[in-house]
Nanobody
C-alpha cells in the first residue's frame, strides 16, 4: 500500500511562511511524479505545484513567485516552501503521487492563514 506522510501545516499570519513535507517509499519517489494540491472549503481540489518529467516543476498561477516545490532524493521527500502567504491560501494541502492512471494521496494537512 502506498503511503504518503505529510507534515508541516499550521496557523500562520498573512505574509508568513510555512514548509510542508511529504515522505514516500523509495519506489514511489523514484517512479511517480510528486506534487502538491489543495482544497479550500466549498471548492474543488486544485494543483498547487508538481514535478512533471524529471525535475521540471509546474505551478498554479496563484502561487508563482511565492511557493517553491523541491525534493530530497536521499530522503524520499518532497517539500513545498510557501512564502508571502495570503488568507486565500487557506486550505487542506495534499501530497500527490501520480503515474499513468494511478494517483495516490496523503492524508492532508491544514494550512490556515490569518489576515
Amino acid at each position: 500500500q502506498v503511503q504518503l506522510v505529510e507534515s508541516g501545516g499550521g496557523l500562520v499570519q498573512s505574509a508568513g511562511s510555512l514548509r510542508l513535507s511529504c515522505s514516500a517509499s523509495r519506489t514511489i519517489f523514484s517512479y511517480y511524479a510528486m506534487g502538491w494540491y489543495r482544497q479550500a472549503p466549498g471548492k474543488q481540489r486544485e494543483l498547487v505545484a508538481a514535478f512533471t518529467s524529471g525535475s521540471i516543476a509546474n505551478y498554479a498561477d496563484s502561487v508563482k513567485g511565492r511557493f517553491t516545490i523541491s525534493r530530497d532524493n536521499a530522503k524520499n521527500t518532497v517539500y513545498l516552501q510557501m512564502n508571502s502567504l495570503k488568507p486565500e491560501d487557506t486550505a487542506v494541502y495534499y501530497c500527490n503521487a501520480h503515474l499513468l492512471n494511478a494517483d495516490y494521496w496523503g492524508q492532508g494537512t491544514q494550512v490556515t492563514v490569518s489576515s
